[in-house]
């Protein structure tokens, strides 16, 4: 069993930044890739950004330039660095770690409580 934790959420105007922090801890293997995703109001959870465990990373293309995903190994936290934000970031942010593939689904049976993300003026 895994229990993640994620931080650094908040409101912020269009333009600004945030940093969301994902602290991972359980079963954890440090092989496993690690993902941010996103659920908006009313919208299905999204993958937003994956790092392998070399730190090979992967972007959705609605972020890709804007955000930046980074990880901790020794601390299994993963980072995701958010700039240039839009009304449109706007959503619930989670984590998650495991195989590559399953991160890039998406699939897992359990999440934590995710951190709200608000861009407005």
């Known amino acids: 069993q895994v229990q993640l934790v994620e931080s650094g959420g908040g409101l912020v105007q269009p333009g600004g930044s945030l940093r969301l922090s994902c602290a991972a801890s359980g079963s954890i293997f440090s092989s496993n890739a690690m993902g941010w995703y996103r659920q908006a109001p009313g919208k299905q959870r999204e993958l937003v950004a994956t790092?392998?465990?070399?730190?090979?990373?992967n972007y959705a293309d609605s972020v890709k330039g804007r955000f930046t995903i980074s990880r901790d190994n020794a601390k299994n936290t993963v980072y995701l660095q958010m700039n240039s934000l839009k009304p449109d970031d706007t959503a619930v942010y989670y984590c998650n770690t495991g195989p590559l593939l399953r991160v890039a689904t998406g699939r897992f049976a359990s999440w934590g409580q995710g951190t709200q993300v608000t861009v407005s003026s």
């Open positions: 790092i392998t465990s070399d730190g090979s990373t």
